[in-house]
């Protein structure tokens, strides 16, 4: 059953329609900023150009911005296997949530449930493979850092709305900072390009703080209790293992 949902009309979006199955993606941002008003007068504004399908407040009140059948934009410069600028692709939905740069806070209850309603009838409505609903930040390692270590990705795939390793914790923790080697760091970097994350570039000034970057993203995602940036035993088994599901 879908939330109750208000519409709240926003003017940035591309207004050809797109068919319903080249919606392959829902992409799960914060608003990072510090009150809903705010976000919603930025979301809403036409000289911002951003915007997104569905906006969730604290109190869960779910608002419709952009029909899912146009493209919002809120993924901007973005990118995932071979493809290139997500708002093509995707359903973008932003959370009420002031961000890492402003007291980083937990996401409320409510919002949480009206996430998981929302989810899943976008993903029932437009047959979403769940290793496709992605944060911003995977999409966008280099720039962004939504919806973050907070998000409960781990409980949205108890629900079978997302993506999650099916790994013991308490035993997954034991190869928590146990450094890699050549090879196996090789692997790793390697398994995040298969699973989606932006590829690296060949060796250069940039190289390794480009791999950290998309780490980062990684552990935000997977790893949320310890996010450095470092791969180790605990990354390389959790990316093995999300492989094989």
Not at 199 to 206: F, M, T, V
Request: glycine letters at 4%; one cysteine or more; aromatic letters at 8%.
């Amino acid at each position: 059953m879908w939330p109750k949902i208000s519409l709240n009309y926003s003017p940035n979006f591309s207004t050809t329609k797109r068919k319903k199955k080249n919606i392959r993606f829902i992409i799960i941002h914060y608003t990072g900023m510090q009150n809903e008003l705010s976000a919603l007068k930025r979301l809403c504004d036409i000289k911002a150009k951003v915007s997104a399908h569905y906006f969730i407040k604290k109190n869960g009140s779910v608002l419709n911005l952009v029909p899912p059948v146009y493209e919002a934009w809120h993924a901007g410069k973005s990118s995932w296997k071979d493809l290139k600028s997500l708002n093509k692709y995707s359903i973008g939905i932003e959370i009420q949530n002031s961000g890492h740069d402003n007291k980083y806070e937990k996401f409320s209850q409510k919002q949480i449930i009206s996430t998981k309603k929302l989810l899943r009838c976008l993903i029932n409505k437009y047959k979403i493979n769940l290793k496709n609903v992605l944060g911003h930040s995977d999409i966008a390692p280099d720039r962004k850092k939504d919806p973050g270590e907070k998000f409960p990705w781990k409980d949205l795939a108890k629900s079978k709305l997302s993506q999650w390793h099916n790994l013991d914790e308490k035993k997954l923790k034991r190869e928590r900072l146990i450094s890699l080697n050549l090879v196996e760091e090789t692997n790793f970097m390697m398994n995040l390009i298969r699973i989606g994350y932006s590829k690296i570039p060949q060796k250069n000034n940039n190289s390794n703080s480009k791999k950290r970057i998309i780490t980062k993203a990684f552990q935000r995602h997977f790893r949320q209790n310890l996010i450095n940036g470092i791969p180790d035993r605990e990354c390389l088994i959790i990316s093995n293992n999300l492989l094989k599901s």
